[in-house]
C-alpha cells in the first residue's frame, strides 16, 4: 500500500529534521524544501498529501506557498508553522486558505493531532455538496452555499455563520463538521442566549466537586465534550461580557480550566458561531468584544434568507409534506397553485423553520390532501403586508391584533432559546415576572 506523503517547508535545519521525524514515526513518507523556489519544484514533481510551511521563507513567505498550492493543488491541505504569539500572522494564514497553523516551538502532541485531521479530509473530487433532504435549493445563492460549504469543511478556521432565525444556521455548521476531517468526532452545538449566566462557566469548562454550592460531583464542560471535534456556538452574540473574555482566552491558549480546579487542560476544538443579529453592530454598540468578534470571524459564511431564494419554495414544500406524511396510515398533501403562489409571494420572517410550521399546520387542517391558499392562513401568520405594515382590512379588534404579534414575538424567542423562560425573558428585555404574567395572560403553556 503506497504511504502519504508530506511535503515540509523550512529554511532551519533542525526544524525540518524534528518534523520528519515525527511524521516518520506516523508511517508517512516527506519530503524536505529550504525555500518557496524547491518546494515547487517538490510539488511539480511528487504527489503530496500534506504541506507544512513555515511563515518566514528565504525567498517569500508562506503565505506565497498557500496561494500557490491553492491554484495548483486544491486538494493538498496546508498547515502554517508561526513564531509564538504571532496570532494575527495564523490569522491572516487561514484566511488565504491554510488548513491550520501551529506554532514555535512545535508542540508535538498539537503537531500529531493536525496531521491526522489534515489525512482524514475527504477528496474534494466533486465541487459541491449531494444535495439531501437537509440542505434544499437549486437556486444560485444556494449553490454557492453548498461549494462555500465544502471549501470551510477542508480547513480548520473559525466560522462565523450569519444569517436570520430559521435560515439554517445550525444546519450549515453540522454539514462543514460532516465533511471535515473531524466527521468521526463529536459535534456539539450550545444555545449561548439559553444558559444563564452564573452557569455559563460550569457549562463551558466544566467543575470540580465542591467547587460552589450545588456541584456534587465533577463535572464535564462542552469544551471537553467537543475535544476533537467542533463546538457550535449558536446565538453567540448573547454571551455576556465576562464570560467573552473567558471564551477569548480558551480559543487562544487552546486549553480551559474547570471552576475550581488547578491544572489546565488542553483541548482541540474547532470554533463554529452563529447569530441571527448583526455582529459588528454589537462591537460598534460595545456589547461585543472587538478582540474575540475578529478570533471568531476569520471567515464569515453567510445563509440566505428564504425571500432571497423564493424559486426553492415549490421543492421545499414537496419534501417538507412528504416528510409530515411519514407515518402510519397517512398520505402526502399536495398544494394547489394558487396556495404555492402565495408562499411564493410571502415574504417569511421566520424563513424555512416558518414554512415548516406553516405547512404543518395547513396539512393538519386540510381536506382530501390538499392545501388551499385558505388553509396555509397567511393573513393570521403574519397581518402585515410585504413592507412589514399591518393592513387595516385584517384588524378587526386592536387588542386582539396586538396580543397575537405579542404571542408571536414571544413564542419565536422561546423557540429560539428551546423554551428557557429565563433565557427569552433576557433576549426580550422583561423581567422574569413579567415574563411569568405574559404567558399566562397568553395561554401560553
Known amino acids: 500500500m503506497t504511504r502519504q506523503r508530506a511535503l515540509i517547508v523550512d529554511d532551519e535545519p533542525d526544524i525540518r529534521e524534528l518534523l520528519e521525524i515525527t511524521l516518520g514515526r506516523m508511517k508517512l513518507d516527506t519530503r524536505s524544501a529550504r525555500n518557496v523556489k524547491e518546494a515547487r519544484e517538490w510539488l511539480a514533481k511528487e504527489p503530496f498529501d500534506l504541506c507544512l510551511t513555515d511563515m518566514r521563507l528565504p525567498d517569500g513567505t508562506g503565505l506565497d506557498l498557500v496561494q500557490h498550492i491553492l491554484q495548483r493543488h486544491p486538494q493538498v491541505p496546508v498547515a502554517m508553522i508561526t513564531a509564538y504569539g504571532s496570532l494575527d500572522t495564523a490569522i491572516n494564514a487561514l484566511k488565504a486558505g491554510a488548513f491550520d497553523f501551529l506554532t514555535k516551538p512545535v508542540d508535538l502532541g498539537r503537531l500529531r493531532e493536525l496531521v491526522a485531521t489534515a489525512l482524514r479530509l475527504r477528496s474534494a473530487d466533486s465541487e459541491e455538496l449531494p444535495v439531501d433532504s437537509r440542505l434544499l435549493g437549486e437556486s444560485p445563492p444556494m449553490k454557492a452555499l453548498r461549494k462555500q ?3 470551510l469543511a477542508r480547513s480548520q478556521a473559525p466560522v462565523y455563520i450569519s444569517g436570520e432565525s430559521g435560515s439554517g444556521k445550525e444546519l450549515v455548521a453540522r454539514l462543514i463538521h460532516e465533511q ?3 466527521s468521526e468526532q463529536p459535534f456539539v452545538p450550545v444555545n449561548c442566549g439559553a444558559i444563564p449566566s452564573e452557569l455559563m462557566e460550569s457549562e463551558f469548562f466544566g467543575h470540580k466537586k465542591g467547587s460552589f454550592t450545588g456541584a456534587i460531583e465533577d463535572k464535564q464542560g462542552l469544551f471537553q465534550a467537543a475535544n476533537g471535534g ?3 456556538l449558536d446565538e453567540v452574540a448573547d454571551l455576556p461580557l465576562p464570560m467573552q473574555v473567558k471564551l477569548l482566552r480558551s480559543i487562544q491558549e487552546k486549553a480551559v480550566r474547570a471552576v475550581g480546579g488547578q491544572q489546565e487542560l488542553v483541548v482541540d476544538v474547532r470554533i463554529l458561531c452563529a447569530t441571527h443579529k448583526d455582529l459588528a453592530a454589537e462591537v460598534a454598540a460595545g456589547r461585543f468584544r472587538q478582540d474575540l468578534y475578529y478570533r471568531l470571524n476569520v471567515i464569515e459564511l453567510r445563509v440566505p434568507p428564504l425571500r432571497e431564494r423564493r424559486e426553492d419554495i415549490a421543492q421545499l414544500t414537496e419534501v417538507m409534506l412528504k416528510r409530515l406524511a411519514e407515518g402510519p396510515g397517512l398520505s402526502p398533501a399536495r398544494l394547489d397553485s394558487e396556495a404555492l403562489d402565495k408562499l411564493k409571494s410571502y415574504r417569511f420572517p421566520g424563513n424555512v ?8 399546520r395547513a396539512y393538519t387542517l386540510c381536506e382530501d390532501d390538499r392545501i388551499t391558499a385558505d388553509d396555509l392562513r397567511l393573513a393570521d401568520a403574519c397581518g402585515t403586508s410585504e413592507n412589514g405594515d399591518a393592513s387595516l382590512a385584517q384588524i378587526d379588534n386592536l387588542e386582539d391584533h396586538l396580543e397575537d404579534i405579542e404571542r408571536k ?3 419565536q424567542a422561546l423557540e429560539e432559546t428551546r ?4 433565557a427569552a425573558a433576557q433576549r426580550l428585555g422583561l423581567s422574569f415576572r413579567s415574563m411569568r404574567y405574559r404567558l399566562k395572560k397568553l395561554g401560553i403553556d
Not at 423553520?353 to 404543518?360: G, K
Not at 423554551?419 to 429565563?422: A, L
Open 149 to 151: 460549504i465544502l471549501k
Open 180 to 182: 471535515g476531517g473531524r
Open 230 to 232: 467542533t463546538l457550535f
Open 353 to 360: 423553520r416558518e414554512l415548516e410550521n406553516m405547512l404543518e
Open 409 to 411: 414575538v414571544i413564542m
Open 419 to 422: 423554551w428557557n423562560r429565563t
